[in-house]
Structure formats: C-alpha cells, structure tokens
C-alpha cells in the first residue's frame, strides 16, 4: 500500500528559528507536495515537486523554501518561523495524471511561540 | 481558473440517516473529480474519485458521488451513516494536463449523532 510518513509529528519552535518537516514517500511517485491546513481554509499548497531536484511554488511559498534530494524525500523548510507559520503541514505523493489519487501523510503539527 | 465550493461548513445527521454533502465547482472544461475524508488527527484518504463513464461513481465504506456537468456538481451520498463516518469531507478538482495540481474545497465537518 501506498505509505508517505512524516517527521517529526509535532514541533514547538521559536519565533525566528528555523524549522525543517521531513517527507518521506516509498510509492515511487515522481510528485510530492505540501500543503498547510487551518480552520476555514481546506488545504493550501505550498511548494511541490516533479521529481528529484525540482521545486515549484504553490498558492502560498511566502515564507517557505523546500528541498527534494532524491525520489524519496522532499523537505520544508522555515528559515525565520513566525506564529502565523503554526498549522497542520501536510505532505503528500502522486503521479502525474489529473486523474491520479494523492496520498497523504499523517500531518506535522507546528506551534511557533 | 477552477475552484471549488462546499457550501456546507457542518453537517450534522442522526445515525442511520441518509446522507448528501454538496460540493459545486467551476471549471470549463470537464474536470477530475475526487471526494476526500480526513478521519481525527490524520491525513486525508481517497473516498472515491470521477473522470470519465458513468457519473454515478461508487466509493469505499458505500458512500458514492453523482456527476452533474449541467449543474457543475458533485455531491457525495450515503444510504445510511454510522457513527465511525463522522469525520472532514474534502471536495477537490483537477485538471488534464495540470500535473496532478488538486484544488481543494474547505471541507465538510460531518457530525454523526448516536
């Protein structure tokens, strides 16, 4: 079955450090995404990615850089957090159809203080 | 442009009730269709999805979808609920040639009553 895992599950960071979520695919997908979720917005796509070495710009990179070494893996990366960064990130695979399902990770909950 | 709309917030259903959770969108060509739960403090699952044939679509756990192209519409159904379907119900929408680039809804907050 398709697994996409994420690390770590819950981060309390400091207002102006730097985060990184960790993303991790064994479905052998070409495309990954993230996407932050908050109450009264769904799912918002910040950054994704076509393969290994590739990074494109969502609906909100404001903020956010994303990093994708290999096949398997692809980061977030917070290099100033701010409170208005605290959500639900979530990560998700998929091929390269517009019919093709994403399957998504389990989430990573940031607060930033 | 493409988007979607679940105009319903929160929907709360006794158990064994039936079911409809709306989601209108707005595209001009004929889209990919998907319906998404998202179960408490996880990540979101394949209901089912539509792009192509028979716009009545069967999903998992007996919920299904009806693809109306004249209404722009997509709503999910289920017969009977059960407690256990209590969960956020994301629409979405995609695109031919788009690259896998999904367009979510705002979810659906489904409250099943014992």
């Known amino acids: 079955e398709a697994a996409v895992t994420q690390s770590p599950r819950n981060k309390v960071a400091v207002t102006g450090g730097k985060v990184t979520l960790s993303c991790n695919q064994t479905?052998?997908?070409?495309?990954m995404y993230w996407y932050r979720q908050d109450t009264g917005h769904g799912l918002r796509l910040i950054h994704y990615?076509?393969?290994?070495?590739?990074?494109e710009k969502g609906d909100i990179p404001d903020g956010y850089k994303a990093s994708r070494p290999s096949q398997e893996n692809f980061s977030l990366i917070l290099e100033l957090a701010t409170p208005s960064q605290t959500s639900v990130y979530f990560c998700?695979?998929?091929?390269?159809?517009?019919?093709?399902?994403?399957?998504f990770g389990p989430g990573t909950r940031l607060l930033v203080l | 442009a493409q988007s979607v709309t679940q105009p319903d917030a929160r929907v709360t259903v006794s158990e064994g009730a039936s079911l409809q959770l709306r989601c209108k969108y707005s595209?001009?060509?004929?889209?990919?269709l998907f319906w998404y739960v998202q179960y408490p403090r996880q990540g979101l699952q394949l209901l089912l999805k539509?792009?192509?044939?028979?716009?009545v679509v069967q999903g998992v756990n007996s919920f299904e979808a009806e693809f109306s192209k004249s209404n722009s519409s997509f709503h999910l159904q289920k017969a009977s609920v059960h407690w256990s379907d209590s969960a956020v119900y994301f629409c979405?929408?995609?695109?031919?040639?788009?690259?896998?680039?999904?367009?979510f809804g705002d979810g659906t907050q489904l409250v099943v009553k014992p």
């Open positions: 998700a695979s998929g091929g390269q159809g517009g019919q093709d399902t994403q399957y």
């Open positions: 479905n052998n997908h070409n495309n």
């Open positions: 990615s076509y393969g290994a070495g590739s990074t």
């Open positions: 595209y001009s060509a004929t889209p990919y």
């Open positions: 539509y792009y192509s044939g028979d716009p």
């Open positions: 979405a929408l995609s695109r031919e040639n788009s690259n896998n680039r999904i367009f």
